[in-house]
């Protein structure tokens, strides 16, 4: 897991609550600024799953570098 996770998740969460907040009391301003945070947690979230993902492709191609003797 790293920091983009992390940041990623709690912005989203964050961004989740402030958007059912706004609804609960009828705020469009909340509504919308709640969504935009959540949007931007997730965007972040998968950012971080991607570098996640390619630190773990060069780890396995690595591995099977040392398996071949390269």
Same mark, same amino acid.
Do not use: L, W
């Given at each position: 897991? #790293?920091? $983009?996770? +992390? /940041?990623?998740?709690?912005?989203? =969460? =964050?961004? *989740? +609550?402030? *958007? @059912?907040? &706004?609804?609960? !009391? ?5 509504? +919308? @600024?709640?969504?935009?945070? @959540? !949007? =931007? %947690?997730?965007?972040? /979230?998968? !950012? %971080? #799953? +991607?570098? @996640? $993902?390619?630190? $773990? =492709?060069? /780890?396995? %191609? $690595? ?5 071949? &003797?390269?």
């Amino acid at each position: 897991m #790293n920091k $983009d996770q +992390i /940041k990623g998740g709690m912005k989203e =969460a =964050a961004g *989740k +609550i402030q *958007k @059912e907040f &706004g609804k609960a !009391v009828d705020s469009p301003k909340h509504t +919308i @600024e709640g969504g935009m945070k @959540e !949007v =931007a %947690g997730k965007t972040q /979230k998968t !950012v %971080g #799953n +991607i570098k @996640e $993902d390619v630190k $773990d =492709a060069r /780890k396995d %191609g $690595d591995r099977e570098a040392a398996k071949r &003797g390269m």
